[in-house]
């Protein structure tokens, strides 16, 4: 569903990814994980093009993400993003903010977009935070419409930019408990993250990155108990 | 001390007029202001670095040079040049360019002011750059900026007066009218002080008032 070939991006002099391959199919749920500085997050980021690639191709689906123009929003709508900081609409209400998008960017009427928000919202679990404004909502809360909100736009493909590392400790499960059951019905997921339980449970596969490269991906399983590169296994005794 | 009102009675109707004019060249003046300076506040945050120049210059030269001396170059250096503006039209196009000039650095301000983590979210749900600015950036830069805002309007208010110079029967010149023709030195003026005064505190009553509402909700 997605192919990436060569992927490069810089800040300035400073080479954050020197050429990134790997390819994510439909249904597969994904889980980058690595040292900060790594580039997994700009890496995610590179997937929408919220951050411009500097070298390599990206294709989604039929199209080439990397040199859409015009494309690129409607590219954007089938792509879901959540965000650390979930970056929740403060002026508006949940229910606005899960329908705002649907009605100005694919035109879909207020009602049908109203049906779609209160179904989503009653799978998050918070059909009844319809009204209220988001900084009334704790930060499990928060990032829980936020997913409702990606998903609102019915996208074919889910991107969780570290979804849980803002949250207290307890606020947590909430989130990662939505996720495994979007995963469950088949949503294409990629993960940034450092929940290496929830990668080990609910991922299909891991991709470990370093210095701006992959280093090693498989089963989580088996690259969890098992790393086959130094710097995995360095790595993972630090955070495991 | 003595001061005699008694003039008022007979020329109350020049006040009221001045005022009434003083209100038409602010109105305009914040109208156009505001429009205008919302477009320099984005050209400014242009990536093309000609738009942003122009915007950035345009910003510059007006808020560096004294509003009397642009007053007086529109209204008389530009007959110059063919160009012939009624005093009044003069008088809007002055406050016009000057409100414009601070107004967009209130709004430039204003927009970088809010996080850029919301227009990511925007831009990621698929919503266009202009729509995420419309819809998602400025309603919340708007709220923050109420205050600037409200400084803006009443500066212009007061800078309206300047354009008596080009015999704009506005509050500040109908006062002096009235002055001449009593030969009261300071009791007119304390009227038209008065009354900008009445203007100004309306408007940041008004403000306040407004201030609240948006930030209960």
């Not at chain 1, 329908?99 to 694919?106: A, F, G, L, S």
């Not at chain 2, 020329?11 to 038409?24: E, P, V």
């Amino acid at each position: 569903m997605i192919e990436i070939q060569g992927l490069r991006k810089s800040f300035g002099s400073n080479e954050v990814l020197k050429g990134i391959d790997a390819t994510i199919q439909k249904g597969e749920v994904v889980a980058v994980i690595g040292p900060s500085g790594s580039g997994k997050s700009t890496f995610l980021r590179c997937l929408n093009r919220l951050e411009e690639p500097t070298g390599g191709t990206i294709r989604f689906k039929d199209n080439d993400v990397t040199s859409a123009q015009r494309e690129l929003n409607v590219i954007r709508q089938k792509m879901g993003m959540v965000f650390q900081h979930f970056n929740l609409f403060p002026h508006m209400s949940v229910m606005e903010n899960l329908t705002i998008t649907p009605r100005k960017v694919k035109g879909v009427s207020k009602e049908e977009a109203e049906k779609i928000a209160l179904e989503l919202l009653r799978t998050v679990g918070l059909e009844e935070k319809r009204d209220v404004r988001p900084d009334s909502l704790s930060g499990g809360q928060k990032q829980r419409i936020a997913i409702a909100r990606a998903l609102a736009m019915q996208p074919e493909v889910m991107l969780f930019d570290e979804p849980t590392s803002a949250l207290d400790p307890e606020m947590v499960g909430e989130v990662l408990d939505v996720m495994k059951r979007l995963a469950q019905n088949g949503m294409t997921m990629v993960i940034v993250t450092h929940e290496m339980g929830f990668a080990r449970e609910v991922a299909d596969r891991l991709i470990f990155m370093d210095g701006g490269y992959i280093v090693e991906e498989g089963n989580p399983r088996e690259v969890l108990s098992n790393p086959q590169h130094a710097r995995t296994k360095e790595f993972l005794s630090k955070v495991l | 001390m003595n001061l005699d009102f008694s003039f008022f009675g007979e020329y109350s109707s020049y006040f009221l007029d001045g005022a009434w004019m003083t209100l038409k060249l602010s109105v305009f003046g914040v109208l156009f202001g505001t429009l205008f300076g919302i477009l320099f506040a984005l050209m400014r945050l242009s990536r093309i670095w000609i738009v942003k120049f122009i915007a950035s210059a345009y910003i510059e030269i007006i808020r560096g040079t004294p509003m009397l001396v642009q007053i007086l170059i529109i209204h008389y250096g530009l007959t110059n040049f063919g160009i012939n503006l009624p005093a009044f039209m003069s008088g809007v196009v002055a406050l016009t360019i000057n409100s414009a000039a601070y107004m967009a650095e209130v709004f430039r301000a204003g927009i970088q002011a809010i996080d850029k983590g919301q227009t990511e979210a925007a831009r990621s749900l698929g919503m266009s750059r202009g729509m995420a600015m419309r819809l998602i950036v400025l309603p919340q830069a708007f709220r923050n900026m109420l205050p600037a805002i409200g400084n803006e309007l009443i500066v212009i208010i007061k800078d309206s007066s300047l354009v008596s110079v080009i015999g704009i029967a506005e509050l500040l010149y109908n006062s002096r009218a009235v002055q001449s023709v009593t030969y009261l030195p300071m009791e007119p003026l304390l009227v038209a002080a008065a009354v900008y005064f009445v203007m100004t505190f309306t408007l940041s009553q008004l403000l306040n008032l407004l201030e609240r509402r948006l930030g209960k909700r």
